[in-house]
């Protein structure tokens, strides 16, 4: 069965300080996995998007890994920001339209 | 432009209600998706246009209608709804059917 786990549920840091978030997947074949940043009732938001050759991707403070053998991802965060509470969803694209979400970390930063 | 609008932002409707969602983008994408989005969980797919023809219902009531006027438009077309079915709902597009997809903001749509 398709499936995307992510770890914590939720998470506080202070502000300033680093984290990371973390993304297992069972899905085959495997096509691409991005990270979503969600704000409370808006739309998800793309961070980043691998493809099973790379394993590393950068977008600003976010910095995205991919091990492609064990299926494992991770998006750390680095100096965080008040504005960088949200949730966070690991989402796994198996080739075809259906996108197989993971269940999102809920990040709060505190000042 | 480069993103993917949603009308209404909010939408309160009784159960004997008529209302139609509205989704639109002009990045030329040719697939648009409907999703439902319940608190604290993640999207669930419900609706996939390509080439303005549905291509996926994934066994979605009758009481939505999706409906693709143009490559541009996405409605949701919503009659005698339940309370269970207030949620947020988004509309997503991609180039084709495949690609990366882009949200809008979501109509957060509740139901009395």
């Known amino acids: 069965k398709n499936q995307v786990e992510q770890s914590p549920q939720s998470l506080i840091i202070l502000e300033g300080k680093n984290c990371t978030l973390q993304?297992?997947?069972?899905?085959?074949?495997?096509?691409?996995l991005r990270w979503y940043k969600q704000d409370t009732g808006r739309g998800p938001v793309s961070l980043t998007i691998m493809t099973f050759s790379e394993n590393t991707k950068s977008n600003g403070r976010y910095t995205a890994t991919l091990d492609a053998d064990t299926k494992q991802s991770s998006l750390h965060i680095t100096a965080s920001q008040l504005s960088d509470s949200a949730s966070y969803i690991c989402v796994v694209s198996a080739d075809t339209d259906k996108l197989i979400f993971g269940t999102g970390t809920r990040l709060q930063v505190f000042p | 432009d480069t993103e993917v609008t949603q009308t209404p932002k909010h939408l309160v409707m009784g159960m004997t209600n008529k209302k139609s969602l509205k989704c639109e983008q002009h990045m030329g994408h040719r697939a648009m998706y409907w999703y439902k989005q319940k608190a604290k969980k993640p999207p669930e797919l419900m609706f996939v246009?390509?080439?303005?023809?549905?291509?996926i219902n994934e066994s979605v009531p009758s009481r939505f209608s999706p409906e693709c006027p143009n490559s541009s438009l996405l409605n949701l077309h919503l009659h005698a709804l339940q309370p269970e079915d207030s949620a947020l709902y988004l509309c997503?597009?991609?180039?084709?059917?495949?690609?990366?997809?882009?949200f809008g903001p979501g109509t957060r749509l509740t139901v009395l």
């Open positions: 246009y390509s080439y303005e023809k549905l291509s």
């Open positions: 993304c297992n997947y069972t899905v085959s074949p495997f096509s691409n």
């Open positions: 997503a597009s991609s180039p084709v059917s495949g690609d990366e997809q882009f």
